[in-house]
Structures are given as C-alpha cells and as structure tokens.
C-alpha cells in the first residue's frame, strides 16, 4: 500500500529521509535559483503577452504542486521560454494582449494543458511524445528561438511591431523602424550586450581571476539580476520613464491570487489543438531535462508520473493567475548544480518567490522592458543551433527533411504548424521507409550452413528455387509490397518452381501480412510453385499457428533456412 | 524507346500480337459481359443517386481509355456498389439527388477522383493505398455492403427514406413502413427472393441437369436479365405504373454525352476528401482483383500504371456524362471466365453497352426500380462477411480493433468516418506497438556460441554485464523507450559496469535513436557504466560511421555477441 501511494506520491519516499544536511543544500540552490528566476519570470511573462506578475505567479504554486507528484529531484518548473510563445501564438487569435479576456484565455490553456498531461499521465500514454523525434524538436526549438528573439527586438528599440512568425515580425519591425525610440534602444542594446559578455567573456575572466567553475557559473547567472538593477537605477535616476522609456510599472504587491479559468465550450474548443501540442513540447522539454539530471545521480525518472506532476504543476498555475508552465532547462541545471538535493528545494524556491511578489515589486517599478527584452533575447539564443541540419543532412535524408519542414513552417506560418508537420512528415517517412522493405535474394556461401545476399557475396542457387529473406517484420503497409515483390520475380523466371522465405527478421506478421501470405501461397500455387518458410521465430509462429495458413501451405516451414534448401534441393532432383 | 513507351501505353504490347483467336475469345466475353452489365449499370447508378442512363455512360468511355492505360488483360471497369455508395454520400451535402447540380457534382467527383489517380501513378505514389490494411478493407466493405443494401429497401416496399448510415436509414425506414406500396413490394420482393434463389439454387440445380460449371455459371449470372425482362413485362402488360409502381421511365436514346465537370474551388474543396477515399478504396478494390486475375495466368500487373489507367478511365467517365468508376469483381471475374484474353473484350463491351444505350432504352421505361434495387441488395449481400471480426479476433487484437472500428463507424457515421478512422487506427496501433519492441535480457547457452532470452533459456551470465537485444530497428518512436528500458535496468542493478546491445535484429537507427544512444552513453558514462555494441549490420555501420557516435562510445564494436561477452569478462576480471 505504502510503495503504491509512493509511486503516485513520490514526495512520500524522499519526504521520509528528509533531514538537516538535505535541508542546508536545498536552501543554498533555493536562494540561487530565486534570483535567478526573478527577472527570468518577469521575462516570460512579457514573452507570452501578460503583464509581468503572472510570471512569478506561474513560479509558485506549480513549482509546489511539482515537488509532491514529480519524480525529478532537480527539476525546476515555472514559465519557459518556448511555452511562453507557444502561449502567445495561441492565444493571439482568441484576445487583445493586455484585456482581461487574454488573461483569463491563459488560465484555461493551462488548465486544458494540466488536464490533459493528468490524463496522458492516468491512462499512461506519455509514449505519444515520442512521436516528436530527436530532429524535429531541434529544429522546433531553433526556429522558436529565432521567432522569440526576433519579437522581443521591438521592447529593445522601444517600437510597436506585430506577428506570430518571422516574415510578420520581419516586415512589422521593418516599417516601423523609423519610429525607433533612441534612449530604449540604448538601454535595450547596451543590456543585450552586456549580458552576451556575461555569458562569453565573464566566466572564462572569473576563471583565469582563479574562481572556481561552479562559483564562476553562479555569477555569470546572475548577470540578469545585474543588468536588471543597473538599469532600473538608471531609469529612476534620470528619470527615463518621462521621456517615453517604457517600464514595467505598478505590480501588484500580492501572493498568487486564487483565479478561475473560463470553461466556456467555444474558448476550450479553440484552446484543444494549442494546448495538446503545449502539453506535449512541454512534457518533452521537462522530462529531457530530468533525465538527464537523474542519470548524473543514477536516478530513476518515471515519464507517466512526471506527467502528472506537470499537469497538477498546470492546473495549479491556472489557478492562482499563472499561465503555461513546465520544467525549464536553465533553472532545472542550475538548481542541480547549486546542490538541490531534494523538491524541496522547489518549495523553498517558491518561498523565495512569494517573498518577491510579496515584497520586492514596488522595487521593479522602473524596470525597463528593454531590459527583460534582452535578457529573453541573450537567453534563447543559445536555443538557437542550425547544426541539427548539418548532422541529419550528413546521416540521414529523411530526418533532415523533417527537421527543414519544421523549421520552415515554424519560422514562416507559425509554432503550431511548424511541430505539426515536422511530426506528421517524420511519421509518413518512416511508414514509407518500412513500406518498402529491403528484400534479398540469398544463396548458400560455399563450405558453410550460411545464406546471404546473392548481390554482395559468392553463393550458390538453385535456378528452381528462389529464396529471399525480407529485412522487416511484414504488416500492412508492406504486405502489397511483398506480393508484389515475389510475384514479379516469379512471373520473370519460368524456371522457378520453389519459394522459400527466410524470416529471420521478421517480429510480426499482422492479419493483413497473413493474408498478403495467403494470397502469396494461392497464386504461387497458380504458377505451380511452391511456397515454404524458414527460421521462423517463436512467438511469430505461435501467431501463424492461430490462423489456417500453415495448412494452406502449399510447401513447408524449416527450422533453417540450410534445411530448407536441402530438403527442398532433394526435391527437385527427384522430380 | 518502344519499351518505354509500351510501359505506359500497354496496348502497345498485346495489340501486336493480336490474332483472329483472341478476337474470337475476346467477342465472346464481350457479349456475356454486355447482357451482364445492362441491369447493373442502371442499378448503380440509381446507388448514386443519378438517373439511370449515367450507369450505361460510366461504362462505355471508361472501359476503353482503361483498355488503352491498364495493365490488367480482364479488368472490367465501371461502376462499382461501394464506390457508388461513396458517390451518393460525398455529393448528399452538396446538392439535391435528381437536380442538374446533382449530376455536375457526380461528374466533378470523378474527374477530380481521375486526377488524383493519375497523379499518384505519375508520381509513383501507389504506396500510400497500402495503408489501408486488408481487415479494415474487409470491414469497411461489409459495412457498406450492409447500408447498400439497408438503403435500397425503400425501393423494394416503394416508401421513401433517407440516409447515410444504418442509423439515419433505418430509423426512416421505420418511420415511412407503414407507407408501404405493396404492389411495389410484391415486385421488389418476388424479384429478391427470385435473384437469391438463381444465386444459391439454380446453379447445383444446373449442374445436377449436367451443364458444365462454366455454363452454368453464365446463365446463373444472366439472371439479373431474367428478373429485369420479367419484371417489366408484368408492369407494361397490367399496367402497373399507374397504380403507382415507380419505373425507370424515360432514358434518352443518345451515345454518352459530352459533359464538362465544374471546377469552382469551393466544390472542389469539398469533395477533395471524398475524392481522395474513392480514389484509394477504388484502387485497392481494382488491383486485388486485377492482381487475382493476372496470377492465374503468370502475367504482371504494374500498380503504378493501374492508376494510370483507372485515373484516364475517371476522366473519361467525368467528360461523357458518367461518375467515379473502377474495376469492378464480378464483371471483371465474369469476363476472365468467358475467355477474355486482351482489354479489346472491354473496348467490345463498350461498344455492346454503346448499342444498348442508342437501342435498347425505350425496352426499360417500364422497368420497376424494385427490380434494380433487388440486384444491388442481392448483390451486395455476398459482400458482408463478418467472419473477419472472428479472424481477426482469433489472430491479433489490434487488428481486430481497427476491423471494429471501422465497421461500427461505417454503420453509425457514414463511409467516410469508417475508412478514415480504420485508417488512423491500424497507423497509430502499428507506430504504438513497434514504440516499446520486446527487449530481451541475453545470455550465453552453455557450451555454444548462443545467446537467448534469460527469461526462456538456461543461460549464463555475469553480474557485471547487462546485454540487451532490441526486437526492432530503433526509430524516434522508440527511441525513448530504449533510453528508459536501458536507465532502469541499470539504475536498479548498481553492480553492472558493462551494458552490450545485440543489434541483430536492428535494420535502420535514425537520427533519434543515434541521439538517443548517444544519450544512453553519456548516461551510462555518467554512471561509470561502459555501452559496448555487438553484431551491427552493415549498413547500420555505414550510416553510424558517418557520425560521431562511435568515436564517443565508452566500450567497443564487436563483430559476434560471443567475442563482445569475451572480450568484457576478460576485462572485469583483470580490474
């Protein structure tokens, strides 16, 4: 009873060996992580068109609600970059930034979003994320970080621009740049600046000044914390708002408020599509992360339960006036290498939030937004990495035209068409693939019991017996193929009296592969040829004995394919 | 130059060589064919909800552009019952049965239909019909088979009802039953039970009179003509049209018309899906018969050129006043049994169908419908067939629930829902079953060079060393699942230091799975664990060899499991 409440409860299991070393590690990565996000959630929450509170909002009760049903140790869930754009784009259609409505729509995304990961999580379907490969999530991630960084341009130079893919945002920041506001874009591209060094040139210089690699890390991390109050201090001090700087302004000094989301059918209905593919970047982003943490610690990550941790991490968000949210990358690896050793860690991190949001807004009052503009612009860049191309070119055609479709689509229409078609090509291409299987003919290598491709190696035929070993297990898309295949070959040499299929890599036979056989068999039979199997596996003939096949057939099965040719050879020479 | 040509003109090829024997063979089948499609014709196309004439018209041209494209020497081409059924359900949104838009719309459907076949054997695209796996076929058809028929009862009572499915049908046939026309009744029911007993009773009854199978066969199948002649006599002769017994009436005696479809965009969009299911159900419909007939007699069916053919007979049908047509079962079956050698059987039976369309009209106008709706039920029943739920039942569940679905939507929804849901459904089932393949533990059968399953074989292995053969190529959708599969077993076994993958049954690792390996060997890494690979095919090497996995990879390549395992203990032992 108690491992099975822990397996859906996992805090129950590190909960119980909670003591004061974990405790004094938890509160070191806490406190990092806190100033860390501080800024970081104020970003996102721009990014995703809500005014800037909803951010550390979104950093609290979900990070919470994560700690009790997660299986990470390390992660760290809030507002992440691509989600928060993911958020933008769909909700564009449904409200004007900045209404109520646009905010209430938020809560519902991520209520849906919640709902659903909790469902994927209880009917235990995270396999579907699977289906977004490798390449194609790269390739996502790298047109969504152009699409970030080209839409946060506009808060740099302190003009309007306008638009949900690059062409939109392109020809929007083109007209309107005439309109630039110099003493923003000052402040914008001096922060964009000075947080690429921080990120380049500090580290290496806190390294060769003798820091160690963690401490140097730590600090370059906070460089966005640095900027942040350079800037504010600038902005109040010569009184910049005046002269047309845009700040971020009043936040409420608040905890995360209870909120509702709306349950209107038509909004839920626009929300489906959006938030299904939401849930599932964001399931995939998370649980990359917590892997890979866990392995550093030979940890155990659970995918269907980290589902439910990140859709009880969503619901929570939409209910205290949050939006979108999973595990993010960045605060995830700093939160791992600050010592978090425990979700605890998490909690306090939350703590540190709510005594933000509680306390320290009036102090974010002159913040400008060029500053947060640049600390998104200077963070997803490092997302951005065109090599995804370059390797899928060099090892396969059909993964880098996946990965082109979807950074094509998503820099050109949008995020939600871009992973839609980078998902359905890369499935069409590997039905095609296995559709057409590879099929040899083999003969036997002189002196040994081996058969391989007559093509590639010197072997012995028998002009009355065709044999071919098909490189695939055989299912409907490639059971037309395999008739014809063996059908051509057939009706091309008058000779051939004897088929024999060598199966040794074939893991299935679905009905529609049996009957493709059957019809195999009786045309065979037609032309007077006989059909026989060999090497056979196991539970494949456990299958085919089910059905009427193997009494059908005109031939035999053989345990080898050197029997069957044997026996096969003896035939012929009888006859 | 000839040879490439004759590729996509086949009548080039067995219009050479023909002879005064196959002209004999061919007139023969043509006359049997003719007499056999006459009442067929018209029945389906009242199916489709056109006037009777346009079933004669969807005969003639098509046959012969199919003559001049198609590969198969049998095919007989028109229109079928399931692709009539689909034609009467695409066009019930768009206009009403019976008006002029009506009949443009069946002609748009078709020449749409055309140019999507045409398309897909131009570009070589036949392979995407292979997705409709054979039990969703066999289900789908029953299916049809049964709202075919339910949907013609209304002319066999003489009521009116509606629908396009069993539910919509049967519940207006209900509604309507107490309308009943019984004269109508009597005819459409004597003519069924007439039509069932020439089917099941008349044939052994032949035979026993010592008529060969063949012969009896014929006339059997002349018993549609029998019922059309018999029927319409008595109708004439009491003057039973105006009693209220509803007839074909007037049919214009004319050779098929020159029609010209519509091309405005929106009807196009909306019968872009229907055209596209008729187009697939047609082809795969066409081709196993072609490709049934074709093995009979040792020749080759290309299925690239068969869309060819059956795309020029589509357009054909849509400018000569007809509807979407394909290669039908019984005409075609009839005509390989009555001797048909070449496709010039077809174009006589086009110019047979030409005579009756010119001549013969007038000798219909007092033929009840009853009698043709008594062809098409008794006609369509023989396609039911529900033993494909027990087969599939018995064999696989998968396939058993895309059969199911497919047939319980066909029934509750429409045609459309049903072949599409089977569709998604055998796609999604196969793509889940081959995302978590069987992954077998391995170990060395004592005193070979073996290695089985722990689980079934009595094996020796060391504690040191985890070694896993993956039953299926490793792709993005089970990418992952390799991942955790192999993190699991080693984050719950802290004494394995070595992990070998078997790659035996491995045929293809894209660029998700390199990644995912490329994971899996810094995870394990991280665990000091080292990854080795045992028994890569060729191939796979190539395309490994063109990255930098293997220069990243913790342990080493081997050629033979055996080797590997070696290799490894003689290292565990020395540290």
Same sequence: chains 1, 2.
Wanted: proline share 4%; net charge neutral; aromatic share 8%.
């Amino acid at each position: 009873m108690s491992a099975y409440l822990s397996r859906f409860l996992p805090i129950l299991s590190w909960g119980r060996s909670y003591n004061a070393r974990s405790f004094g590690n938890d509160m070191v990565a806490a406190v990092i992580v806190t100033i860390m996000l501080i800024p970081q959630s104020l970003a996102y929450a721009l990014l995703a068109g809500l005014p800037p509170e909803a951010g550390l909002y979104a950093s609290i009760a979900p990070i919470i609600l994560y700690a009790v049903f997660g299986t990470s140790r390390a992660l760290a869930v809030g507002p992440v970059a691509v989600v928060s754009l993911m958020t933008a784009a769909a909700l564009a259609n449904i409200a004007e930034q900045g209404t109520m409505g646009y905010a209430v729509a938020a809560l519902s995304l991520a209520a849906l979003s919640g709902v659903m990961l909790l469902a994927l999580g209880v009917f235990r379907l995270g396999f579907i994320a699977n289906f977004l490969s490798h390449p194609v999530i790269a390739g996502f991630i790298t047109a969504s970080g152009i699409i970030i960084a080209a839409s946060q341009l506009k808060h740099v130079l302190g003009i309007n621009a306008e638009g949900h893919n690059l062409l939109e945002i392109g020809g929007s920041l083109i007209t309107h740049l005439t309109q630039i506001h110099w003493i923003t874009a000052l402040i914008g591209v001096s922060a964009t600046a000075f947080l690429f060094w921080v990120r380049k040139g500090l580290k290496p210089l806190l390294r060769r000044m003798g820091l160690g690699a963690g401490a140097a890390d730590v600090i370059a991390k906070a460089g966005p914390v640095a900027a942040v109050v350079a800037t504010t201090l600038a902005v109040w001090g010569l009184d910049l708002a005046a002269r047309g700087v845009k700040i971020v302004g009043d936040v409420p000094q608040s905890l995360p408020p209870l909120t509702l989301p709306s349950f209107s059918p038509e909004l839920l209905g626009q929300l489906l599509l959006p938030a299904f593919l939401i849930s599932i970047i964001g399931f995939v982003e998370s649980i990359s992360v917590a892997q890979t943490l866990a392995a550093k610690k030979r940890q155990r990550i659970d995918p269907d339960q980290e589902l439910i941790g990140l859709g009880a991490a969503n619901i929570a968000a939409s209910l205290t006036g949050g939006f979108p949210v999973t595990g993010g990358f960045s605060r995830s690896v700093v939160n791992f290498d600050a010592g978090a050793e425990t979700p605890a860690a998490g909690a306090f991190t939350a703590v540190g939030l709510a005594i933000a949001a509680v306390a320290l807004t009036p102090l974010i009052f002159f913040l400008p937004k060029a500053t947060l503009a640049a600390t998104i612009i200077v963070a997803v860049l490092s997302l951005v990495d065109f090599s995804i191309l370059k390797r899928s070119w060099a090892y396969s055609k059909a993964d880098f035209s996946a990965v082109l479709a979807t950074i094509l689509l998503t820099l050109g229409v949008g995020v939600e068409a871009g992973v839609s078609a980078g998902v359905a090509l890369s499935v069409l291409l590997h039905l095609y693939k296995s559709s057409r299987p590879h099929i040899a003919e083999v003969g036997l290598v002189p002196g040994t019991e081996h058969f391989r491709n007559v093509l590639r190696h010197k072997v012995q035929t028998d002009p009355h017996v065709l044999t071919l070993r098909v490189d695939e297990s055989l299912y409907f898309a490639n059971a037309r193929f395999l008739e014809d295949s063996i059908h051509d070959r057939v009706a091309a040499n008058k000779n051939i009296r004897h088929v024999i299929l060598q199966c040794t890599a074939i893991n299935e036979i679905d009905l529609s592969a049996l009957e493709s056989l059957e019809a195999i068999n009786n045309r065979l039979a037609e032309m007077d040829v006989k059909l026989h199997l060999s090497e056979v596996k196991g539970p494949v003939m456990d299958r085919l004995q089910r059905s009427h096949f193997l009494d059908q057939l005109t031939g035999k099965v053989f345990l080898t394919q050197f029997e069957a040719a044997g026996a096969v050879r003896a035939y012929t020479a009888a006859v």
